[in-house]
């Protein structure tokens, strides 16, 4: 069956744009996390979503990010005036509720130049 | 609170031999505690999780890990590597029963597999 995907795999963008990151969760999943992971490090939690509301958003680094899930489905991720900082690999994971098992989606490979 | 600490930061085994990724947690509540897999270019994969029955728990290719409260730890083990673990291993604590249902990750293990 169909996993949880992310668009791009890839982005390249230059210092000061603005970046969207897509997540296409499993269906019928009403938690949805986003996180960051840094080379060498563990994802870093950034914000969480149950049904269409942002349960939890204290992850995110500051107000230049911003993640929407306006009908409890798709999620976009969104980045304001990158910074070079913010290169990393932003990873998607949704599961059935907030208790159960997490799936991962092969997650954004982010680069600001 | 809660933290998790990965004490190794590579671990390398020969094909065959068993395998042993250590984890040591910090939880004010009950934790749930994971441990995910990585390999390179995929996505994270769930092994086994604890979530407050047995303390022995088994997963999925042969792994299984046990809780220890005493000790604060949830050591990975396999009793015979292949080469196709090679990959990262991340130990994973959650505290539902303190309200958080937020992960937090340890920095990864790598696993190293020599034929």
């Known amino acids: 069956g169909a996993g949880v995907s992310q668009t791009p795999s890839n982005k390249v963008t230059e210092k000061g744009k603005y970046v969207e990151l897509r997540c296409d969760p499993i269906?019928?999943?009403?938690?949805l996390y986003w996180y960051r992971q840094s080379l060498g490090q563990g994802p870093e939690f950034l914000i969480y979503?149950?049904?269409?509301?942002?349960?939890?958003d204290s992850g995110l680094p500051n107000d230049r990010f911003f993640a929407v899930r306006p009908e409890g489905s798709v999620s976009t991720l969104k980045i304001q005036r990158t910074e070079r900082g913010d290169s990393a690999v932003y990873l998607c994971?949704?599961?059935?509720?907030?208790?159960?098992?997490?799936?991962f989606g092969p997650g954004t490979r982010l680069t600001v130049l | 609170a809660q933290s998790v600490t990965q004490l190794d930061s590579h671990v390398s085994v020969s094909e065959g031999t068993p395998v042993l990724l250590r984890c040591n947690y910090s939880?004010?509540?009950?934790?749930?505690l994971f441990w995910y897999v990585q390999h390179p270019n995929k996505g994270l994969q769930l092994l086994l999780k604890?979530?407050?029955?047995?303390?022995l728990v088994k997963g999925i290719n042969g792994f299984e890990a046990e809780f220890k409260k005493s000790e604060t730890s949830f050591h990975l083990t396999k009793p015979s590597a292949h080469m196709s673990d090679a990959a990262e291993y991340f130990c994973?604590?959650?505290?539902?029963?303190?309200?958080?249902?937020?992960?937090?990750f340890g920095r990864g293990t790598s696993l190293i597999v020599h034929p």
């Open positions: 994973v604590v959650s505290d539902p029963t303190g309200g958080s249902y937020i992960p937090t």
């Open positions: 979503f149950q049904g269409t509301g942002a349960a939890d």
């Open positions: 604890y979530t407050s029955a047995a303390t």
């Open positions: 269906s019928g999943h009403t938690a």
């Open positions: 994971a949704s599961s059935l509720t907030i208790l159960e098992e997490q799936f």
């Open positions: 939880s004010s509540y009950s934790p749930s």
